[in-house]
């Protein structure tokens, strides 16, 4: 099985890969590969998009003339291939994204991207720091976490869902921040599960697992 964790030049990689490695060094779930080979996103068996930055930079970076996107689109929505976005990589699975300037998603998930505004002065921006999910439906790939589980969060911006049966979990952050969306054989998770300690090794390795 070969998990590709597609690299279209939005951040450093290093611990997603070695946290993912680990996972399927432990699971025996083959091989993971951090690429910007349209061909290995092809042929890969799961798909990994990490993201950090602005959703139009990395928007248009995976846009771009590489052919990621392309190949990831149809090994998602043709193939049916597993699929997991982290921080900006789960935002764009959305339909737009408000930051800067109203720009296209991926338009998996029925929800616009918007800035975290907490009308408590108390709450600050960015969202950094442990937080506790709150499971708002089941799923696989949450399969040992728990109500109250905490993972590692840095993002000034969230989805707002306008479909809530897309959200699998959120955070309270003075208002409810969306947390984890999926449908089908998409998954989304705002935090980061590379620095989330046992709850995120333990999501990455049901992820590496999940059979949609």
Aim: net charge negative; hydrophobic share 40%.
């Amino acid at each position: 099985m070969l998990t590709a964790i597609i690299d279209y030049e939005s951040g450093n990689l290093h611990s997603c890969q070695k946290a993912f490695e680990r996972m399927a060094t432990e699971t025996d779930a083959g091989t993971v590969i951090v690429t910007t080979d349209p061909d290995v996103v092809a042929r890969a068996d799961r798909i990994v998009l990490p993201g950090d930055g602005a959703f139009p930079a990395c928007a248009t970076a995976l846009r771009g003339d590489s052919g990621l996107y392309n190949a990831m689109v149809e090994a998602v929505e043709v193939k049916a291939r597993p699929f997991l976005g982290i921080c900006v990589g789960m935002q764009l699975m959305a339909r737009k994204g408000h930051e800067y300037t109203e720009t296209d998603g991926l338009g998996w998930i029925d929800g616009e991207v918007m800035h975290i505004a907490p009308k408590e002065r108390s709450f600050k921006v960015p969202h950094m720091g442990w937080n506790d999910l709150v499971l708002n439906h089941p799923h696989p790939v949450l399969a040992g976490i728990e109500t109250g589980d905490h993972v590692y969060f840095v993002h000034s911006y969230q989805i707002r869902m306008a479909d809530l049966t897309q959200r699998i979990a959120h955070v309270d952050y003075a208002e409810e921040i969306t947390a984890i969306v999926g449908r089908d054989n998409m998954l989304g998770l705002q935090f980061h599960p590379e620095k989330s300690s046992e709850n995120g090794l333990r999501m990455i390795a049901n992820f590496l697992g999940w059979k949609p």
